[in-house]
Structures are given as structure tokens and as C-alpha cells.
């Protein structure tokens, strides 16, 4: 494994590498807490992805779960 910088966000993955690179993908930055930062980290160690591979994962897992949450049953839809 390559050896990050102290400071580096990629310090917490043990895999660097990227699913494909996406045409259609967009560079966004974003500030994550420490915290937030190692629970993404335990996600994509666990699943031998990188750090923006990771991001990617868990951002689509949260939208379709919130999804699924929003069109539920219990839910009142707005006419």
C-alpha cells in the first residue's frame, strides 16, 4: 500500500484503487468530520474499495433507502 501524507483523508483505506473511471462523473469536494470520515473508511475496507468509491457507495445506498423511505406506505403523499 502506498504511503499517504499524515493529514490525507486516503490514510484511512487500504485500497486506493477505482471501480472505472465514470465519463459522467463529477469532482465535488467535500469536509467530513474525523468521525464520519473512519465509518466511511471501516465501509470501504470491508468491501476493498477506495475512498471515492466509497463516497459514491454509501451516497447511493442513503439516497435509495430515503427513497424507499419516502414512498412507503405510512407516507402521505403531498396532491
Known amino acids: 500500500m502506498k504511503e499517504q ?4 483523508p486516503s490514510r484511512y483505506f ?7 473511471q465514470r465519463s459522467s462523473s463529477r ?3 467535500v ?7 473512519q465509518r466511511l473508511a471501516e465501509v470501504g475496507n470491508v468491501e476493498a474499495l477506495g ?7 454509501v451516497l447511493e445506498r ?3 433507502a430515503t427513497k424507499g423511505a419516502r414512498t412507503g406506505p405510512n ?3 403531498k396532491v
Open 31 to 37: 469536509r467530513l468530520p474525523e468521525g464520519l470520515l
Open 62 to 64: 442513503g439516497l435509495s
Open 14 to 20: 487500504t485500497s486506493s484503487s477505482r471501480l472505472g
Open 5 to 8: 501524507p499524515a493529514d490525507s
Open 51 to 57: 475512498m471515492s468509491d466509497t463516497i459514491r457507495l
Open 75 to 77: 407516507m402521505k403523499r
Open 27 to 29: 469532482l465535488i469536494s
